[in-house]
């Protein structure tokens, strides 16, 4: 994955007048998981931003409030790439990825953001892009190359995540589709249902003509 840099501030007010008053400055509330697990009650210190959210009986999570600049975060957002951001808080640096966005459903405006800190050792689930190469079969006589899904869900170490998952359709056939479970890439485990469709060369009206002639001329 291609790095992004990123500075962010700890947040310590989330009323809605706070959040308001952020978004008017031109910034973004966000919220750093994947934090430290520790043991509950809680007795050690916590920066800035920092809270602990239970996530079972006796142990919890440490997730930080931050926030960041829209200008900082734009290359980031209004893209097809995926990008693991280093990103500076509290006077550390950590390695995150951007896990999801609310947009405001009118101005499409960018509400808040869910940032995933990330470790070498620890696998997480990302979507990525799908590139596809070759000139599949199925075209060649006639048919239309079609995209089902864009990108696909991977489970793998952040550094062992490619900028795209690159599928060659070459010996795809007309009529024909290339499904999930046929997919395989070295060091990633697909998530999505293996049946589901990633590309297919479909019929035109063309192609059913020239197939009929050719049917009729035997």
Partial sequence: MKRFELNAMPRVEGGKKALKALRAQGCVPAVLNGGKIVELPYAGTLAEGEKVIEIERGRGVIVTDIAVKMEDVRKLIYTPDIFEVEMTINGQKKMVVMKDLQFQAVKDTVLHIDFLEVYPDKPIVMEVPVKIEGHAEGVKAGGKLTMNMRKLKVKACYTEIPERLVINVDNLGLG???????????????????????????????????????AAGK
């Fill in 176 to 214: 024909k589709s290339m499904q999930v479970g046929e997919l395989h890439f070295e060091g990633l485990e697909l998530m999505n249902a293996k049946n589901a469709v990633v590309c297919a060369v479909q019929l035109t009206r063309a192609a059913r003509g020239a197939a009929a002639a050719a």
